[in-house]
């Protein structure tokens, strides 16, 4: 795919031809992560098979549509499904829906994921804020794009998660576990899981956590400055000198019995949002 502005705005104007309004919110669901959508009225649902340009998810756990809707009375956007690397598609392609959410009209977006957890005191099921990034992935969505149209490129990220709306998360009215523990994300490439010494490794690095998504979708929202929040459901726990099995099956269904919790979370924020 060769990226242009003209093709994100010719997404965009399928998706409103289809009867998607203006969001504020866009939602970005992980791994065993799909409660959120139950909470949206007045749903429209549109395949990534027929919007242009989309990639299709080749994840068969991972569903494939873009929905419009409202929580509360804020419009939003969520993506039932997101792109990784590790299924073979480039950068630009996995961030394209970030930018045509943008194109739609977000300022806010909200991002969830299923990663290991590598800090000692983080167990199965836990919900972490993350708070900052590394990024291990072997490319970046920013690489290439000269047009001034999509940012700048030298794209600061100082703060890459949004400190205020990290705090409201914490302060969430269905929030059990306050504060909520943050974390700092490393993001691989996989799709393999690791090995003891390299969890030894990531861990040694300053990372709390390690997941193979979420890093490049916020590096091109803070591109063209769209406020990021992300949590991250802990679905095993990396501990290398005791380190268990794990597949694919576990972790969606670890992730699955953290799915109500953090959909509510993000229901109470984005209804605090509106009345800001
Ligand atoms: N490593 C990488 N990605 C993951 C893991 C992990 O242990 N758990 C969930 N996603």
């Given at each position: 795919?060769?990226?242009?502005?003209?093709t994100?705005?010719?997404s965009?104007?399928?998706l409103?031809?289809?009867?998607?309004?203006?969001p504020?919110?866009?939602?970005?669901l992980g791994?065993?992560?799909?409660n959120?959508?139950?909470?949206?009225?007045?749903?429209v649902?549109?395949?990534y098979?027929?919007?242009p340009?989309?990639?299709?998810?080749t994840?068969?756990?991972?569903?494939?549509?873009l929905?419009?809707?409202?929580?509360?009375d804020?419009n939003?956007v969520?993506?039932q499904?997101r792109?990784?690397?590790y299924?073979?598609?480039?950068?630009?392609?996995?961030?394209?829906?970030?930018?045509v959410?943008?194109?739609?009209?977000?300022?806010?977006?909200f991002l969830?994921?299923?990663?290991?957890?590598?800090?000692?005191a983080f167990?199965k099921?836990d919900?972490?804020?993350v708070?900052?990034h590394?990024?291990?992935?072997?490319?970046?969505p920013?690489?290439g794009?000269?047009?001034?149209?999509?940012?700048?490129?030298?794209v600061?990220?100082?703060?890459?998660y949004?400190?205020?709306?990290m705090n409201?998360l914490?302060t969430a009215?269905?929030?059990?576990?306050?504060?909520l523990?943050?974390?700092?994300?490393?993001?691989?490439?996989?799709?393999?899981?690791?090995?003891?010494?390299?969890?030894?490794?990531l861990?040694?690095?300053?990372?709390?956590?390690?997941?193979m998504s979420?890093?490049?979708?916020?590096?091109?929202?803070?591109?063209?400055?769209i406020k990021?929040?992300?949590?991250s459901?802990?679905?095993?726990e990396?501990?290398?000198?005791?380190?268990?099995?794990?597949?694919?099956s576990?972790?969606?269904?670890?992730?699955?019995?953290?799915d109500k919790?953090?959909?509510q979370?993000?229901?109470?924020?984005?209804?605090?949002?509106?009345?800001?």
């Open positions: 795919m060769n990226l242009t502005y003209d994100v705005k010719e965009a104007y399928y409103q031809q289809s009867g998607f309004g203006v504020t919110v866009g939602i970005v791994t065993g992560l799909g959120m959508v139950e909470k949206i009225s007045n749903p649902s549109v395949p098979s027929s919007i340009y989309f990639p299709e998810s994840v068969e756990f991972h569903k494939g549509s929905i419009f809707g409202q929580v509360g804020t939003v969520i993506m499904g792109f990784h690397y299924e073979g598609f480039t950068m630009q392609q996995i961030t394209f829906p970030i930018r959410m943008k194109e739609l009209g977000i300022k806010y977006l969830s994921n299923a990663a290991g957890g590598m800090n000692p167990r099921g919900l972490v804020i708070e900052d590394i990024n291990l992935l072997p490319d970046n920013l690489r794009l000269s047009d001034p149209l999509f940012g700048q490129r030298f600061d990220m100082s703060q890459p949004d400190a205020e709306l409201m914490d009215t269905s929030n059990e576990h306050t504060p523990q943050r974390g700092t994300y490393i993001s691989v490439m996989g799709p393999n899981l690791e090995t003891k010494a390299e969890y030894r490794w861990r040694s690095t300053g990372a709390d956590m390690v997941g979420t890093v490049p979708e916020v590096i091109v929202a803070n591109q063209v400055g990021c929040v992300a949590v459901v802990i679905t095993d990396c501990d290398p000198e005791n380190l268990q099995p794990i597949n694919i576990e972790i969606i269904e670890i992730a699955g019995k953290s919790i953090l959909s979370l993000f229901e109470d924020v984005i209804k605090q949002l509106s009345k800001n």
